[in-house]
């Protein structure tokens, strides 16, 4: 069965400081990977995806993402974060069978310190 | 781009009584949406998948005939809680996805149930 793992429940962050949000999935064959954001009463919105190729994927908002098979990861990075950018994120990995069901991580808290 | 459409954002209602939640799918086609329960602080949890003009996959554990979902066209699913209660009080969001678009998937603002 597929799942991911967000080892970091709460991360705070000075505004400008870079950031790395870790994901870990486990999946038997290459995984359709997805990085979402959520803010406080809100419905999710994708970040970026990857589903083949180049391993290193940009996003919107200045994010991007590297996909690395030998680790089983997907981390989220941004080089300067803005007070904006704080809420939820949610690493997700998609199965290409049985309705393309998302399963999702247990999410990362984002805090931007001013 | 794909844009979802989730109503209502916010309903109470009383123990006993059902609610229905709408999820329309404004500028595309969605052969399949997915409905999610998310409990306060916590990830999203998958409750069923629905195909167009077919009957709800349920994931196991949630009962179908309290969470009776409803995917009548390409734009509209609907899930119902029936005789809720207030363990039911969640966030609720739906999913669509459609083919021709690159496995993609867009979500709904999300209904806040409360049942009082």
């Known amino acids: 069965a597929q799942s991911v793992t967000q080892p970091d429940i709460h991360i705070t962050v000075s505004e400008g400081a870079s950031l790395e949000l870790r994901c870990n999935y486990s999946y038997g064959a290459t995984p359709y990977l997805f990085w979402y954001v959520q803010s406080p009463g809100q419905g999710l919105q994708l970040l970026l995806k990857?589903?083949?190729?180049?391993?290193l994927v940009q996003g919107i908002k200045g994010f991007e993402a590297e996909f690395k098979r030998s680790q089983s990861s997907f981390n989220l990075r941004k080089p300067s974060v803005h007070w904006s950018d704080a809420a939820e994120y949610f690493c997700a990995v998609g199965s290409t069978g049985g309705g393309n069901k998302l399963t999702f991580g247990t999410g990362t808290q984002l805090k931007v310190e001013l | 781009g794909a844009v979802v459409s989730q109503h209502p954002s916010r309903v109470i209602c009383k123990s006993g009584t059902s609610v229905k939640i709408e999820c329309r799918s404004l500028?595309?086609?969605?052969?399949?949406m997915f409905w999610y329960r998310q409990f306060p602080k916590q990830s999203l949890m998958l409750m069923a998948t629905?195909?167009?003009?077919?009957?709800?996959?349920?994931e196991q554990g949630v009962e179908k005939d309290k969470f009776l979902i409803n995917h009548a066209s390409l734009t509209l699913s609907t899930l119902t809680v029936t005789s809720a209660h207030p363990e039911d009080s969640s966030f609720y969001i739906c999913?669509?996805?459609?083919?021709?678009?690159?496995?993609?998937?867009?979500f709904g603002s999300g209904t806040r149930l409360t049942v009082v």
């Open positions: 629905s195909n167009e003009g077919s009957k709800a996959t349920y």
């Open positions: 990857y589903f083949s190729g180049d391993t």
């Open positions: 500028d595309f086609q969605a052969t399949t």
């Open positions: 999913s669509a996805s459609a083919t021709g678009i690159n496995y993609g998937y867009t």
